[in-house]
């Protein structure tokens, strides 16, 4: 199974970097799967629908979103409440009687005749939200599925800390197929097949403004770096110099059996 990943579409520029790139990436890897992150795609920000629709024209198949979509629900709840709504956002919320968080976090997919499931998570360390822990949700959501036969097991885990990538692959080896860190927007070049067959890399990194402050203006957050002081909302850069990173894997009997970072640079 052929699987296109990339993270954090960031604004315009990562939006229109990625769409005129996705056309030669499509024919050079021939994708069973393309997964995509839309956290930061509407200017920096939470996504609207327009651009959700838009990624589905490119043919992507599935979106993944943690906590920023839930600040813009006005403009994409009616989307994401449809049952065929191609995005996921993090599977570890609390499930309450107080709130009722929409969505799902995990998703099948089945296309050219593969299998694959797709599972959002978010860490538990250094984030904004309080959430259940990743790792024992990981091991209910793979027993919930364990009379199931899939051609690959993908989690898309939203961390700060990169030794939790590290700890999520060893413990679930051979049960996953593979586990890519995203959050911190840029690329890292450790990505590790395991023994028993599960693939690793810490982050597949960002697609958009290439000298930014990983896709920000610098205007918009100079102050935080030399006062301390969050001053105002972050903007995104609009320098037409971009970067599209990914990553490509592919997965046979469910093991990874390869895996290939994608940066590009170019200028729109």
Same mark, same amino acid.
């Given at each position: =199974?052929? %699987?296109?990943?990339?993270?954090?579409?960031?604004?315009?520029?990562?939006?229109?970097?990625?769409?005129?790139?996705?056309?030669?990436?499509?024919?050079?890897?021939?994708? #069973?799967?393309?997964?995509?992150? !839309?956290?930061?795609?509407?200017?920096?920000?939470?996504?609207?629908?327009?651009?959700?629709?838009?990624?589905?024209?490119?043919?992507?198949?599935?979106?993944?979103?943690?906590?920023?979509?839930?600040?813009?629900?006005?403009?994409?709840?009616?989307?994401?409440?449809?049952?065929?709504?191609?995005?996921?956002?993090?599977?570890?919320?609390?499930?309450?009687?107080?709130?009722? %968080?929409?969505?799902?976090?995990?998703?099948?997919?089945?296309?050219?005749?593969?299998? =694959?499931?797709? !599972?959002?998570?978010?860490?538990?360390?250094?984030?904004?939200?309080?959430?259940?822990?990743?790792?024992?949700?990981?091991?209910?959501?793979?027993?919930?599925? +364990?009379?199931?036969?899939?051609?690959?097991?993908?989690? #898309?885990?939203?961390?700060?800390?990169?030794?939790?990538?590290?700890?999520?692959?060893? +413990?679930?080896?051979?049960?996953?197929?593979?586990?890519?860190?995203?959050?911190?927007?840029?690329?890292?070049?450790?990505?590790? %097949?395991?023994?028993?067959?599960?693939?690793? =890399?810490?982050? $597949?990194?960002?697609?958009?403004?290439?000298?930014?402050?990983?896709?920000?203006?610098?205007?918009?957050?100079?102050?935080?770096?030399?006062?301390?002081?969050?001053?105002?909302?972050?903007?995104?850069?609009? #320098?037409?110099?971009?970067? !599209?990173?990914?990553?490509?894997?592919? $997965?046979?009997?469910?093991?990874?059996?390869?895996?290939?970072?994608?940066?590009?640079?170019?200028?729109?």
């Amino acid at each position: =199974m052929k %699987i296109l990943i990339f993270w954090d579409i960031y604004g315009r520029v990562g939006r229109n970097a990625f769409l005129r790139e996705l056309p030669t990436l499509k024919q050079k890897y021939s994708p #069973d799967v393309i997964i995509v992150n !839309v956290d930061n795609i509407s200017s920096g920000r939470w996504p609207i629908e327009k651009h959700l629709r838009e990624l589905e024209k490119a043919w992507v198949d599935i979106m993944t979103a943690w906590d920023h979509i839930f600040d813009n629900m006005e403009r994409v709840g009616e989307y994401l409440n449809q049952k065929d709504a191609r995005i996921i956002r993090a599977a570890n919320y609390y499930e309450t009687k107080e709130l009722f %968080i929409p969505w799902v976090g995990e998703k099948i997919i089945e296309k050219n005749g593969k299998k =694959m499931l797709l !599972v959002h998570l978010l860490s538990a360390n250094a984030m904004r939200d309080l959430v259940y822990n990743p790792f024992l949700k990981l091991r209910e959501i793979l027993q919930k599925h +364990s009379q199931e036969t899939f051609d690959a097991i993908v989690v #898309d885990f939203h961390k700060e800390y990169t030794s939790e990538i590290y700890g999520m692959g060893l +413990s679930f080896d051979w049960e996953i197929s593979f586990a890519y860190g995203t959050h911190t927007h840029i690329q890292s070049n450790d990505e590790l %097949i395991l023994d028993w067959g599960t693939g690793l =890399m810490n982050d $597949v990194g960002m697609s958009g403004s290439l000298h930014s402050v990983i896709g920000a203006d610098l205007s918009s957050v100079q102050a935080r770096f030399f006062s301390g002081i969050n001053k105002g909302k972050i903007e995104q850069s609009l #320098d037409e110099r971009y970067v !599209v990173n990914g990553a490509f894997i592919e $997965v046979e009997n469910k093991k990874c059996t390869l895996i290939e970072k994608i940066r590009i640079r170019g200028k729109l």
